[in-house]
């Protein structure tokens, strides 16, 4: 659905050079910090400010923005649903492991095989 999204919009993503995927993988970053903006605007936050509520419906639109965007990131990176997926689990081990022995020292190489 997200491919066939981008590519109403214009975006193409086979074949795209390593520019382009450059390009599409900044634009994406910067769209989903403005979705968390949002998001973060959703919940209230201003202490200072007592007319806040939070909206948790527009919360909940403000995420599915998120995973559109993320979506279309991982797709310029060339990850299917599977792959995602597939690499969630492998991370999710590796969090684990960190909480299990204190993750007291940074292992750079805990990650590599994700």
């Known amino acids: 659905m997200q491919k066939a999204l981008n590519e109403r919009i214009g975006v193409k993503m086979e074949d795209m050079t390593e520019e382009e995927k450059t390009k599409w993988v900044l634009n994406y970053c910067r769209a989903m910090s403005q979705e968390m903006a949002e998001l973060t605007d959703s919940v209230p936050w201003k202490w200072w400010a007592k007319y806040q509520k939070f909206d948790e419906q527009n919360a909940r ?13 991982a797709q310029v990176l060339g990850m299917s649903a599977d792959d995602v997926f597939a690499a969630y689990v492998k991370k999710n081990e590796v969090n684990f492991k960190r909480q299990e022995t204190g993750y007291a ?3 750079h190489g805990d990650s590599k095989h994700i």
Request: glycine share 0%; no cysteine; aromatic share 12%.
């Open 61 to 73: 639109v403000e995420v599915v923005d998120l995973f559109h965007f993320l979506i279309s990131l």
């Open 105 to 107: 020292v940074k292992d």
